[in-house]
């Protein structure tokens, strides 16, 4: 037995001396509604379970779907800077490619001034 039975049980006879000693009318009705509660609780005990048990697949379907999601914007982020340093990459060999050509244009535009 753990310690939380035993203070549990211990806590359920103080409980019901308490109520014997303030008023033995009541407690007997107290203690006869008892059976009545525990067959509803155990009733309903695997109706929460299999209730709980649903809730738990539907949050565990939803939590893959959003981990998905959010490893494919880490991918999306990715290959997007990739593409921008390709891009740039790009750009200078272009730029690098027309200089010759710029430089000529800018020359010719100077003598005419």
């Given amino acids: ?26 407690a007997l009705i107290a203690l006869a509604v008892i059976p ?11 109706v929460v379970k299999a209730a709980t048990r649903d809730v738990r697949l539907k949050q ?9 999601g959010l490893g494919s914007i880490r991918v999306v982020k990715a290959e997007r800077g990739r593409l921008e ?10 730029g690098e490619l ?3 050509i ?3 244009a800018r020359r010719r535009a100077s003598r005419r001034a």
Avoid: A, C
């Fill in 36 to 46: 009545v509660l525990v067959f509803f609780v155990s009733r309903l005990r695997g």
């Fill in 1 to 26: 037995m753990s310690s939380h039975n035993v203070v549990d049980g211990l806590t359920i006879v103080g409980m019901l001396l308490v109520m014997f000693s303030l008023s033995w009318k009541f």
């Fill in 98 to 100: 027309f200089r010759p």
């Fill in 102 to 104: 710029q430089d000529l």
């Fill in 60 to 68: 565990s379907e939803l939590v893959s779907i959003l981990q998905e």
């Fill in 85 to 94: 340093t390709k891009s740039l990459e790009s750009m200078t060999y272009l």
